[in-house]
């Protein structure tokens, strides 16, 4: 969502840091007519049939192991949630599809399957990392090569959004862009680390993708 927030707000000087709450039924009314930005962890099956026919839809996947480790932490973080298991306990619980928004295969492959919707753009996670990791990069290439995925840097990923919004992107601006959303400037952005929910803490923890170490061993 900050990724194509920034986009579409390109021609701005200053990115948008001001933190915004969750969507209320109140402020829905107040929106404008067009133009409007909506986030949503919800599975095509919840949303209205009609959407991708009058909305474009970018979805964002990532590694389901990666997805297991970030989903456990943000329990563990944020306290409405009570969760008091340990990983392994939470892994059951994703593979059985008993956790919010899953199941989580189901979830992406609705996606995958709409991939060629004019009006569907559908991103990889990894895709999005600037060659941030590349141990991680080296090590997933195989795997990644055998499912037709590659390892793209954060402009040529800009610059595919931007087309497919309709976005005229400037090219002084992409620099500004990739700083702007890289993880470090995540972590100090007040619109995304949800200070306003767990004052004490950072919602952004490690953003990268070498997460399966966690899974193997002794914590499983």
Not at 89 to 106: A, T, W
Not at 177 to 193: I, K
Request: glycine residues 4%; without cysteine.
């Amino acid at each position: 969502m900050k990724l194509v927030d920034e986009i579409v707000a390109h021609s701005s000087e200053e990115p948008f840091r001001t933190p915004r709450n969750f969507l209320k039924a109140a402020m829905a009314e107040q929106l404008g007519k067009s133009g409007r930005l909506l986030k949503s962890h919800l599975p095509f099956a919840f949303l209205p049939s009609s959407l991708m026919e009058i909305s474009k839809m970018v979805y964002i996947a990532r590694n389901p192991y990666d997805v297991v480790v970030s989903f456990y932490h943000h329990m563990k973080k944020m306290p409405h949630h009570q969760f008091q298991g340990k990983i392994s306990d939470l892994v059951d619980f994703f593979v059985e599809g008993n956790l919010l928004f899953s199941p989580f295969h189901r979830h992406v492959l609705d996606a995958w399957e709409r991939r060629d919707s004019p009006n569907l753009h559908f991103v990889f996670y990894e895709d999005l990392k600037k060659g941030e990791e590349e141990g991680a990069e080296k090590k997933h290439a195989s795997a990644d090569r055998a499912l037709g995925v590659g390892y793209e840097d954060l402009r040529k990923e800009l610059e595919k959004l931007a087309e497919f919004l309709g976005v005229d992107l400037p090219e002084e601006h992409i620099p500004i862009l990739e700083d702007h959303l890289s993880f470090q400037n995540f972590r100090n952005n007040s619109s995304v680390n949800m200070e306003f929910l767990i004052p004490d803490k950072s919602f952004i923890r490690k953003g990268n993708d070498i997460h399966t170490k966690a899974l193997s061993g002794d914590p499983i």
